[in-house]
């Protein structure tokens, strides 16, 4: 079945820093990529999701971009600010049990200090 | 503005009492999701209804279950509850199954006497 890695585990930036974190998945058949955002006390938010027909994808200060040959994509979120401190969850979809279900990573925590 | 919706927001219970958590979606979607997650962990899918068909993980204890009794609602039973349930639970929906985007509620915290 599907396995999806995520790294790294901690992130600190400054605030107006860029923020990088990465994800790996095995199953080649996979085509979605949702990115999600929890803040403390909150369930995750989806925040960015990217197909596995297009490369990138841009919404204002955050950008999604997939390597399907490598298998792996990334989240970047430039120009950080405090309110970006959260957990990220990377994930994908995969098949088990003869259904169709997301896989998270295991999360990033993002600090971003002013 | 709510769409999914999670009742109680903390819940306390006393070890092996019976406990249920609710969750209630504007959205009309057709699947709702239950999931688990303990502290500083990936959420875990415990089951889902694809409108009332019904689909357990193969590694969810049989302690856990749940019901939809319509569109909007789904409940999760645990039938007795041990120390290592405690943790924060999920619902989430999606509009239909597959790779969609799902949107989540903001969980039950459960705790055990």
């Known amino acids: 079945g599907e396995n999806v890695e995520q790294h790294p585990s901690t992130l600190s930036v400054q605030e107006g820093d860029s923020a990088v974190i990465k994800c790996t998945y095995s199953?080649?058949?996979?085509?979605?990529f949702p990115w999600y955002k929890q803040e403390l006390g909150k369930g995750p938010q989806l925040i960015i999701d990217?197909?596995?027909?297009?490369g990138e994808k841009k919404d204002q200060r955050i950008a999604v971009t997939l390597n399907k040959t490598a298998k792996h994509f990334s989240l970047h979120i430039t120009e950080t600010q405090p309110e970006d401190s959260a957990v990220y969850f990377c994930?994908?979809?995969?098949?088990?049990?003869?259904?169709?279900?997301?896989?998270f990573g295991a999360g990033t925590r993002l600090a971003v200090h002013p | 503005d709510a769409m999914v919706i999670q009742n109680p927001r903390y819940q306390v219970t006393q070890f092996g009492k019976p406990v249920t958590l609710s969750c209630s979606q504007t959205?009309?979607?057709?699947?709702m999701y239950w999931y688990q997650q303990k502290s500083s962990q990936a959420p875990k899918l415990l089951f889902h209804?694809?409108?009332?068909?019904?689909?357990n993980e193969a590694d969810t204890p049989d302690n856990f279950q749940s019901r939809r009794p319509n569109t909007s609602f789904c409940f999760l039973d645990i039938r007795s509850p041990g120390l290592g349930d405690a943790a924060m639970y999920l619902c989430?929906?999606?509009?239909?199954?597959?790779?969609?985007?799902?949107?989540f509620g903001d969980g039950t915290r459960l705790s055990i006497l």
């Open positions: 989430a929906t999606s509009r239909v199954p597959g790779p969609q985007p799902q949107h």
């Open positions: 199953d080649s058949a996979s085509n979605y």
């Open positions: 990217i197909r596995s027909n297009v």
């Open positions: 994930a994908a979809n995969g098949f088990s049990g003869g259904y169709n279900k997301l896989i």
């Open positions: 959205l009309n979607h057709n699947v």
């Open positions: 209804y694809y409108d009332k068909d019904f689909n």
